[in-house]
């Protein structure tokens, strides 16, 4: 089969591998569509997880099933929930598996070989049926839409109040569009790049800046804010947007040191969360809501054979344009 490898930092090649066989209780999925996360460009500038094939946003078609697979046929319409959770461990225990520094690691895309490929072998308790209404196309969005729900959730938001979505990549795109769902009324995304700021609009942002510090001059602080951009040095910007008593939801993935100024923090008594990842009520509320707001997918501007993934991580580096980025290995 046709896949790509993450073989040092900034080095991905397109590479022949054998198609994977399903043991016992696997499958084996063709891959129709994976997207491009901001954690795979994260692992990709430093090479974390390499000689292996990344990719864990990915839906297909069952090819193959092993022994003891009962639930699942070849031809079956399938999205993957790539997480393996180690199930011993506190946050297990604790029903967070969310959290589990094993299913962070170690699973589809990460430690083991994901989505980057025309084939990928994946434990079919990871498998998720979609509805007959939710087009396959569509359906490699189920696990960033599932990060953006989880996000959200993880803070009380009252609708009449401003919120604000710094970074408007895939996940802030998406948050924006959950709020909406959830009807907050003022939503403000907050990024540099054209392209993103008008999605944002699409999705339901009522407003949109290039930076920081148009917000400061123009909305008072807001009771909410979401960091999804994941970048160190966004992080007090974020923070200072905050009113006071409000929370700040760190929905993106911040890889390296950041310098912070927290004594306003402090004063202002605000709030800073983390959230990783999703849950399994997370993933399928993301499913249900994919398959009725197909519009969703607009997100989605343009997609890569596998033979164009290199030149798609450099791209997106540093983007000027375009939205989300989907790898086709049909292409």
């Known amino acids: 089969m046709r896949a790509v490898k993450l073989v040092d930092a900034h080095q991905l090649e397109r590479v022949d591998l054998p198609d994977p066989e399903p043991g016992r209780d696997e499958v084996v999925v063709r891959v129709n569509g994976c997207g491009i996360c901001g954690s795979d460009l994260s692992a990709y500038k430093v090479g974390l997880f390499s000689d292996n094939v990344p990719g864990h946003e990915f839906a297909g078609l069952v090819e193959a099933v092993g022994d003891g697979v009962s639930d699942w046929q070849a031809g079956d319409r399938v999205v993957v929930d790539p997480k393996m959770p180690c199930g011993v461990c506190a946050d ?18 990460f430690a083991r070989p994901g989505g980057f490929a025309e084939l990928v072998l994946s434990p079919a308790r990871l498998l998720h049926r979609l509805p007959a209404h939710l087009a396959l196309d569509d359906a490699c969005l189920v696990e960033p839409l599932s990060i953006a729900i989880h996000g959200v959730e993880r803070v009380r938001m009252d609708p009449d109040g401003t919120t604000v979505v710094v970074g408007l990549g895939p996940i802030g795109l998406f948050t924006v569009a959950v709020l909406r769902a959830r009807g907050v009324r003022t939503i403000i995304g907050v990024d540099p790049v054209d392209d993103r700021r008008r999605l944002a609009v699409d999705l339901g942002a009522t407003g949109t800046v290039a930076t920081a510090a148009e917000i400061r001059a123009t909305v008072e602080p807001a009771p909410v804010v979401f960091e999804c951009s994941g970048h160190p040095d966004v992080l007090h910007t974020a923070a200072d947007l905050v009113a ?36 399994e009520d997370d993933f399928r509320a993301s499913i249900a809501m994919l398959a009725e707001g197909p519009a969703l997918a607009r997100i989605v501007t343009r997609r890569v054979s596998l033979d164009g993934v290199p030149a798609a991580f450099e791209a997106l580096i540093a983007p000027s344009s375009g939205g989300k980025v989907v790898v086709d290995p049909r292409l």
């Open 92 to 109: 297990c225990l604790a029903g967070a598996q969310h959290r589990c520094a094993i299913a962070l690691t170690a699973g589809l895309g």
């Open 244 to 279: 006071p008593g409000g929370t700040m939801v760190m929905v993106g993935v911040p890889f390296g040191e950041a310098r912070v100024a927290p004594l306003m923090w402090v004063t202002r008594e605000i709030s800073i969360l983390g959230s990783i990842a999703s849950s």
